[in-house]
């Protein structure tokens, strides 16, 4: 037959402790099941930074699509046919319209074309390496560290915010009942969240620099002024475009993208240094704990007689050995 539990039969615990569920624990448990517990202290600033690239690469669309587009058209006037604004200016004894002046203009179009699609991808490089989620970039580091992402993806091995508080915590307690001066580690382990927002601010001083603030390619029309008609006697602009003309309107809309694409490789490298500068602090702090540890172990074995024995008459050393003997006879404590 079934067995009838006993009625009223609870364990033994301090009274009315069950039923009596305590406040913040319940609120703390409806804020780590709806997600709602942590947030990100760089989260703002990532996101403008972010933002920010968006609007610079979108202005760099055109930039990349026409001036590659206009080159190929360049090359292809080179092997084909000039345009007949160049052959009337040649036939009018016009200097600067043969078909290696047309390679060099192609060509200087082409050097804008590979600058350009340069910063693209360098910027493209260093928005996944802020943004790009489950891989091994600043993004996971620092939504590991504040508690938005648990755990890593397979195969990454990176700490989180419920182990980093737990490895201060119980370092700082072992300190404490060693006596150990204080030291805080949460600067440390956490590192990044303190220190991030002046790196994100240094990115972002730098993007709001536009590279596009000498003029676009795109306003130069390059293609249409190539082939005009000729005009006899034309000076200036009103000439045909040959490469001469191109390339004093080119060449000042390299500087900025030339300013602007240099330091993104520094900036990769600011933030992947946080990281790194946050591993090796926590690998330090890791192999320190597992050091008290082991000491702890020691300690707590040579204060009985029982346990002594062994450290003083079958594996300790002279070292361990001199440490006891000062213990037992009240030379250090």
């Not at 972010?50 to 292809?76: K, P």
Request: hydrophobic share 40%; net charge negative; glycine share 8%.
């Amino acid at each position: 037959m079934p067995i009838t539990f006993t009625a009223g039969l609870t364990p033994t615990f301090p009274t009315n402790s069950f039923g009596s569920a305590i406040e913040y624990v319940k609120q703390l448990a409806t804020a780590l099941t709806n997600g709602t517990a942590f947030s990100n202290p760089l989260d703002a600033g990532i996101t403008a930074l972010v933002d920010r690239i968006d609007v610079i690469q979108a202005s760099l669309a055109s930039e990349i699509s026409v001036s590659q587009a206009q080159r190929n058209t360049l090359n292809g006037y080179v092997s084909g046919t000039l345009p007949t604004g160049w052959t009337d200016a040649t036939a009018d004894s016009q200097s600067g319209y043969l078909d290696a002046n047309m390679t060099a203009l192609a060509n200087n179009v082409g050097l804008y074309y590979t600058e350009v699609s340069g910063l693209n991808t360098k910027l493209t490089t260093l928005k996944n390496y802020l943004s790009q989620v489950d891989v091994d970039n600043f993004k996971l580091h620092m939504e590991l560290l504040s508690g938005i992402d648990d755990a890593p993806p397979s195969g990454v091995i990176k700490p989180n915010l419920n182990g980093l508080m737990g490895l201060a915590q119980s370092i700082t307690d072992i300190e404490n009942t060693f006596g150990i001066t204080f030291t805080n580690y949460l600067t440390g382990l956490f590192g990044t969240l303190f220190t991030g927002d002046v790196t994100i601010a240094a990115a972002q001083t730098h993007m709001d620099t536009g590279p596009l603030s000498a003029g676009t390619y795109v306003g130069l029309d390059v293609l249409t002024n190539v082939n005009k008609a000729y005009v006899i006697n034309a000076t200036g602009d009103d000439r045909v475009w040959n490469d001469d003309i191109v390339e004093s309107k080119l060449t000042p809309l390299f500087a900025p993208f030339i300013a602007h694409s240099a330091p993104q490789a520094a900036h990769l490298a600011a933030f992947t240094a946080h990281i790194t500068t946050d591993m090796a602090y926590y690998y330090t702090v890791v192999d320190k704990l597992k050091q008290y540890i082991q000491v702890y172990g020691v300690s707590g074995h040579i204060q009985d007689p029982y346990y002594r024995f062994m450290y003083e008459n079958v594996f300790g050393s002279s070292v361990i050995q001199e440490t006891i003997t000062k213990l037992k006879n009240g030379e250090i404590e």
